[in-house]
């Protein structure tokens, strides 16, 4: 098992920024790919960025390239989400994940953690 939690959310206007952050107990961190997801109120959840177990490897949502990075220190057993930009269209549920491959799916992760909620004012 792993345990995820997720922090930083908050209330930010529009052009703000704000840094989550996923700190993962359990099995060793360093085995699992990690991903952000977001869900706003009524819609499905979405694919944001990912990050393979190495973090040499990173992968980005359309919407979010260039206004995000995702990274990982290993040491800490955290994830991190560094977002840039940010627009009321980004307000919504984020969510790490934990899994074995860093995809774009939601089905590939078997972890997840509760979710902090992120508010873009315009």
């Known amino acids: 098992q792993v345990q995820l939690i997720e922090s930083g959310g908050g209330l930010v206007q529009a052009g703000g920024s704000l840094r989550l952050s996923c700190v993962a107990s359990g099995r060793t961190f360093g085995n699992y790919a990690m991903g952000w997801f977001r869900q706003a109120p009524g819609k499905e959840r979405d694919f944001v960025a990912s990050?393979?177990?190495?973090?040499?490897?990173?992968n980005y949502a359309d919407s979010m390239k260039g206004r995000c990075t995702i990274s990982r220190d290993n040491a800490k057993n955290t994830v991190y989400l560094q977002m840039n930009s940010l627009k009321p269209e980004d307000t919504a549920v984020y969510y790490c994940?934990?899994?074995?491959?860093?995809?774009?799916?939601?089905?590939?992760?078997?972890?997840w953690g509760q979710g902090t909620q992120v508010t873009v004012s315009s």
């Open positions: 994940a934990a899994g074995s491959v860093a995809g774009a799916a939601s089905r590939q992760y078997d972890y």
């Open positions: 990050i393979s177990q190495s973090g040499r490897g990173t």
